[in-house]
């Protein structure tokens, strides 16, 4: 009898430190919140202008962390969207024709219709108890040696 494994489930799921928060969610809220603390000390002095760049900055943090677009983190969403715009690899061929070439192509005689594929007709009794044979015999019997 052969051995049972058990097979892993739910191998895509985070591991959580906490309820609700994944290490990766962790790193990029720790990454927003030290964004958040240079930008206060650099522009702090002026909340209206610290609140303006700050809250898309907070927004986008918590996005990154826990929105999942088609089962996928936003993040690997915005990484593929940036590399297929900068190297797409599905090319587009898209040529129109002028008046003259479509007039041309009209003007042409249309191919012949394909025939249909010659269909095999039925084995015949001889012929099947031949291949029987052949295969009952592990191909030691040959039918072309007989004579």
């Given at each position: 009898?052969?051995e049972s ?50 809250i898309p ?91």
């Amino acid at each position: 009898m052969p051995e049972s494994f058990t097979v892993p489930q739910f191998i895509d799921a985070e591991d959580k430190l906490l309820p609700g928060v994944s290490m990766r969610s962790f790193v990029i809220l720790m990454v927003t919140m030290f964004i958040e603390m240079i930008l206060y000390a650099t522009i702090g002095f002026n909340t209206i202008l610290f609140l303006v760049i700050a809250i898309p900055v907070l927004v986008l943090g918590v996005a990154f962390s826990y929105l999942k677009v088609n089962g996928a983190p936003l993040h690997f969403f915005v990484l593929n969207m940036v590399q297929t715009t900068k190297r797409p690899r599905r090319r587009v061929w898209d040529r129109r024709y002028t008046n003259m070439e479509l007039r041309d192509l009209m003007k042409a005689a249309p191919a012949p219709p394909e025939l249909p594929p010659p269909s095999k007709g039925p084995l015949s009794s001889s012929r099947l108890q031949e291949l029987s044979l052949v295969v009952n015999t592990g191909g030691v019997y040959k039918p072309d040696e007989e004579a």
